[in-house]
């Protein structure tokens, strides 16, 4: 059985790479000339970390283990915090602060020489009578594969062909974020802690934490209008960006003031927040999707990546644990995943109000213990911490 993913992010990667080790054949078709490595800093939750050692990923030396979480206002005051040290234990897995890039270079190393074509951007796929389908390409080829999964980002091209009327949509919000070596001060102290701060204010928040090797994340997100570019990664527009920022955020906690001090206009990227509505089925016949082709959701809930990891983790296996009929399997994957993701999402529009979550956090600061609420999010939000089992659609 031949297997085509088109797009190499994190989750077309890992998606490959699970099928590659119980012995599938694979060939992954990225429209870049070569991995996309931008991108800000992300949190590998415990699920995510599990299903990277389960695919040989090798996260020993990566980035920085996370062991506290701050949730704070904007003038500094602590409202909560969690100790990740006992989430993380608890499920024998580490939650870590990395680069995104880090991710897709680690998942790509360890996948066979020419698994990825690159510069092969896609443009449809169709089901063909005599069993799989056919997937088209820019340059006018085509490739015949049993299985296609569409790991195309947020405006998926198999997407668009699977459910035309259903794209993802911008939330009002951005993220203007960077990776950069802290200034000497306090920002450095905090590049070379596990703890991640989140300040929340009434017109967006700002996050920082280090993602290892002395370098430190740093994200605002404000409102925003929406782009011009056409890959949701719209570069920083040519107005000073900087300014702007520090109008929103001049005034919040010193550690504000100092990124913007440290930083320059290239350093600064935007990323806009996108949501889909979360489909109860995702593919048809041979084809799937998965990653933000099937549920785009804002980085607020710092989950992107990892359902993306958790899709191709229960993906993988249903494709090849007992070698159950592929179009079952494919539906048993969907069906397993998508009351996660719609939990995920769901939490994910509600936080994209930040008046809401500050609201909330004033409320629940002495009611409800962190570490539980955390425990909570972690585990609904994952099959692999649930030790799913796959079950073909229909049995
Ligand atoms: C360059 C880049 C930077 C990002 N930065 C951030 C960030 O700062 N913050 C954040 O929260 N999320 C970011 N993301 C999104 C984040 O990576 C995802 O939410 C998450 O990792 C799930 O990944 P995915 O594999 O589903 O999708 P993605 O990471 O979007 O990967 C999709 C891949 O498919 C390729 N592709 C797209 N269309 C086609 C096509 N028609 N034919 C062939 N290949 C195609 C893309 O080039 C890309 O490599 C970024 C994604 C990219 C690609």
Same mark, same amino acid.
């Given at each position: 059985m031949k297997t085509v993913v088109v797009g190499a992010g994190i989750g077309g990667l890992a998606a490959a790479l699970g099928l590659i080790r119980s012995g599938a054949q694979v060939e992954v078709y990225e429209r %870049?000339? +070569?991995?996309?490595?931008?991108?800000n800093g992300v949190i590998l939750w415990p699920g995510a970390t599990g299903i990277l050692s389960e695919l040989g990923?090798?996260?020993?030396?990566?980035g920085k283990p996370m062991h506290r979480g701050e949730l704070l206002t904007q003038d500094g005051t602590l409202l909560v915090w969690t100790d990740m040290r006992q989430v993380s234990e608890a499920y024998g897995h580490d939650t870590l602060l990395v680069p995104r890039g880090g991710v897709v270079e680690r998942l790509g190393a360890a996948?066979?020489?020419?698994t990825v074509r690159f510069g092969r951007h896609c443009t449809g796929v169709r089901p063909v009578a005599s069993g799989g389908a056919l997937v088209s390409f820019a340059d006018g080829s085509e490739v015949h594969a049993d299985v296609v999964i569409?790991?195309? %980002?947020? +405006?998926?091209a198999l997407r668009r062909t699977l459910h035309p009327g259903s794209v993802a949509r911008y939330t009002g919000v951005a993220t203007w974020h960077g990776i950069t070596p802290p200034p000497p001060g306090p920002l450095t102290a905090l590049a070379d802690s596990h703890t991640v701060r989140t300040y929340f204010g009434r017109l967006g928040i700002f996050v920082v934490h280090s993602v290892g090797d002395g370098l430190l994340h740093w994200a605002f997100e404000g409102p925003w209008r929406p782009p011009t570019?056409?890959?949701?990664?719209?570069?920083?527009?040519?107005?000073?960006q900087i300014p702007l920022l520090r109008r929103w955020f001049g005034d919040w906690d010193p550690a504000a003031a100092a990124v913007l001090d440290a930083v320059d206009e290239d350093d600064v990227h935007v990323f806009p927040h996108a949501l889909h509505d979360v489909l109860r089925q995702w593919g048809r016949g041979p084809l799937t999707l998965m990653g933000d082709a099937a549920h785009a959701i804002p980085p607020r809930a710092g989950m992107g990546a990892n359902q993306a990891l958790e899709d191709a983790w229960v993906l993988s296996h249903a494709l090849?644990?007992?070698?159950?009929d592929p179009e079952a399997a494919l539906r048993g994957y969907e069906a397993a995943r998508v009351r996660r993701v719609r939990r995920v999402a769901g939490s994910a529009r509600w936080m994209s109000r930040s008046n809401n979550m500050l609201l909330m956090l004033r409320l629940i600061r002495r009611a409800v213990p962190m570490n539980k609420l955390t425990h909570a999010n972690v585990r609904g939000s994952s099959n692999y911490l649930n030790g799913h089992r796959f079950t073909p659609a229909g049995s």
């Open positions: %870049g000339d +070569r991995l996309r490595t931008g991108g990923v090798d996260t020993k030396e990566f996948l066979p020489e020419g569409g790991a195309d %980002g947020f +405006r998926s570019a056409d890959d949701g990664t719209a570069e920083a527009p040519r107005t000073p090849t644990d007992g070698r159950h």
